[in-house]
């Protein structure tokens, strides 16, 4: 079965502190996709990276950056100086299949950034 | 470009009535899929449709169906409706459906059955 978990389910920070996110999947796939994305208070899914499961490359983007690791089936996301903007509800997602936009997503966790 | 538009934002139904939801999806992108949201269950996978052709249909009453348009707009239906029906329905589009891409959401509809 596929399955993320985020065990955690609210992280508060001060702004500036580094925070890092978790995410662990199980699937059965060889071929996958793990995604994540941001929830702002207005609803909407933003997306933010998009990760096969051939590249265990970890990426950096501006202030975000992700650890992909498949000996432990985790993809995790940290966010490095944290600002104010970034309070929202993340969510870490695993695809539900080749040719599909079905999306398996975990629990989410809700990240404050208090100034 | 327009962003993925949702008809209505809000709206309140008692038990028994039914819902219909719009998504206007990004110009051309051909892949719709709508999602629920609830504190409880968190975000599940309700359908997708793909040129008017459901592929894949998440693990949901019969009550919960869909449909897509030849311009790629979609509608969800949820009939006989039911306390626990009371989410946040979210709708995404893509250019293929294939994972290939990101999705793009729109703000979804908050549907309150009483």
């Known amino acids: 079965a596929q399955k993320v978990t985020q065990a955690q389910t609210e992280i508060s920070v001060v702004e500036k502190e580094d925070v890092t996110l978790d995410c662990v999947y199980e699937?059965?796939?060889?071929?996958?996709?793990l995604f994540w994305y941001k929830q702002p208070p207005s609803g909407e899914l933003v997306f933010l990276i998009r990760?096969?499961?051939?590249?265990?490359q970890n990426e950096i983007s501006g202030r975000y950056s992700w650890n992909f690791q498949k000996s432990t089936s985790s993809f995790n996301f940290t966010i490095t100086a944290s600002q104010v903007v970034d309070s929202a509800v993340y969510f870490c997602?695993?695809?539900?299949?080749?040719?599909?936009?079905?999306?398996?997503f975990g629990t989410g966790t809700r990240l404050q950034v208090f100034p | 470009k327009a962003g993925v538009t949702q008809t209505p934002r809000y709206l309140i139904k008692t038990r028994g009535q039914q819902v219909t939801l719009s998504c206007s999806p990004i110009?051309?992108?051909?892949?719709v899929s709508w999602y629920q949201q609830t504190p409880g269950q968190g975000l599940q996978f309700l359908f997708e449709?793909?040129?008017?052709?459901?592929?894949n249909k998440g693990n949901f009453p019969g009550r919960f169906s869909g449909r897509q348009f030849s311009n790629s707009r979609s509608e969800m239906n949820v009939s006989t409706l039911e306390l626990g029906d009371s989410a946040l329905y979210l709708c995404?589009?893509?250019?293929?459906?294939?994972?290939?891409?990101?999705?793009?959401f729109g703000e979804g509809s908050r549907l309150t059955v009483l």
């Open positions: 995404a589009s893509s250019l293929i459906g294939q994972n290939t891409g990101e999705l793009f």
């Open positions: 699937t059965r796939d060889t071929t996958y996709y």
């Open positions: 990760r096969n499961s051939f590249d265990e």
């Open positions: 997602a695993l695809s539900g299949g080749l040719n599909t936009d079905k999306l398996i």
């Open positions: 110009s051309g992108h051909r892949s």
């Open positions: 449709y793909f040129s008017e052709t459901q592929r």
